[in-house]
């Protein structure tokens, strides 16, 4: 690929695609959450996958839709296009560059492998991450973006509740027609597989809603709350929809059985990706004043499931010389589900 000249990647041909190949060369046997670190840092040192997608107006407009949020910088996506220029809000992108794997790359769980710990520590969860946005070069509708990703670490943890894991940190550059826009750090938590005998006696607890109901957003203002607060709750059919729009198989998000049975699970659980953008979309709405923020910082806490009812509001503000940290988290019943820093410069 060309270097940049005056900060401009130059163009490449659209839907560019980096083939992988699936490797015949056999796993390690691993026993130990530290093996399956080091293999993962062994196989991807040094290794940086890129990508080109054309940023389609489908994707966004149907993620709006999704959302229930189908006004997008005031066109009505039901009913009109979105225009050439657009720019994408904060974390809409993760609707592009979804996984590419043909079906039988994928797991066992449906999840794309690329960088998933190798058995016995398959099962995934979204951990958390950390975006950095150009404010002044966003992903805009309608131009080519490039992204550049690689393995940041791979750690083994442990814990007394949940055992060994493996702590994967994954980094996407974003570069659209005038340079970088964005930098999305992702990082994910593989456990071991649940087998038989650990699942035999554990009763699982009852999902807290009404399954049978559809996705609702409410906002609910008072004097008693210092900021507004969000209730919101997603039916089995919203977070298929998110599925199908992030191409993402995880059987967590739409398989109850798979769930149950396999994962530990008491229900299909709300995508960790869905959360960060419930949170953006909640910061814009109350705290954003026209504009988007700087970074976010956040951290998966706890599970939601299909159905049940939770709420979004604003912990604290801090100030710094140059900035502003408005701290916001998603919770159910006083147990955090996800929290997050979102920052602004002033």
Same mark, same amino acid.
Request: a negative charge.
């Given at each position: 690929m060309r270097g940049l000249q005056n900060g401009v990647r130059p163009a490449k041909q659209l839907f560019s695609r980096t083939i992988r190949h699936v490797s015949t060369t056999p796993v390690p046997h691993i026993k130990t959450a530290a093996e399956a670190a080091s293999h993962l840092i062994e196989h991807f040192a040094h290794k940086v996958t890129k990508r080109s997608q054309y940023i389609d107006p489908n994707q966004v407009q149907k993620l709006a839709i999704m959302l229930g949020r189908p006004v997008l910088n005031g066109h009505d996506t039901r009913r009109v296009n979105v225009p050439t220029g657009t720019p994408i809000p904060p974390? %809409?992108?993760?609707? %592009?560059?979804?996984?590419?794997?043909?079906?039988?790359?994928?797991? @066992?769980?449906?999840?794309?492998?690329?960088?998933?710990?190798?058995?016995?520590?398959?099962?995934?969860?979204?951990?958390?991450?950390?975006? +950095?946005?150009? +404010?002044?070069?966003?992903?805009?509708?309608?131009?080519?973006?490039?992204?550049?990703? +690689?393995?940041?670490? @791979?750690?083994? +943890?442990?814990s007394r509740s949940a055992g060994e894991m493996v702590l994967v940190e994954v980094e996407k550059k974003m570069y659209g027609s005038q340079g970088l826009a964005l930098v999305d750090t992702r990082s994910w938590v593989f456990r071991p597989v649940l087998h038989s005998t650990a699942r035999e006696g554990v009763a699982l607890r009852s999902v807290d809603g009404n399954i049978l109901a559809a996705s609702s957003i409410s906002d609910v203002v008072n004097d008693s709350n210092a900021f507004p607060i969000r209730k919101l709750s997603w039916s089995p059919v919203g977070l298929f929809r998110f599925s199908a729009l992030t191409f993402n198989g995880h059987k967590i998000h739409y398989n109850e059985d798979w769930t149950r049975n396999a994962e530990g699970h008491p229900g299909i659980v709300v995508h960790g990706p869905l959360n960060v953008i419930n949170l953006l979309d909640y910061w814009r709405d109350f705290h954003g004043e026209g504009t988007g923020p700087d970074e976010v910082i956040y951290r998966a806490m706890s599970p939601v499931y299909g159905g049940e009812e939770?709420?979004?509001?604003?912990?604290?503000?801090?100030e710094t010389t140059n900035s502003k940290v408005f701290e916001v988290a998603a919770e159910k019943n006083g147990v955090i589900i996800m929290k997050a820093s979102i920052i602004k410069k002033t």
């Open positions: 974390a %809409y992108h993760l609707v %592009y560059f979804t996984p590419d794997d043909l079906e039988a790359e994928l797991g @066992a769980d449906g999840s794309d492998r690329t960088f998933n710990a190798p058995a016995p520590f398959t099962r995934r969860m979204w951990a958390g991450g950390h975006m +950095k946005f150009e +404010k002044e070069n966003p992903l805009r509708v309608g131009e080519e973006v490039e992204e550049h990703t +690689k393995l940041i670490s @791979a750690v083994a +943890k442990t939770y709420q979004i509001r604003t912990l604290d503000i801090l």
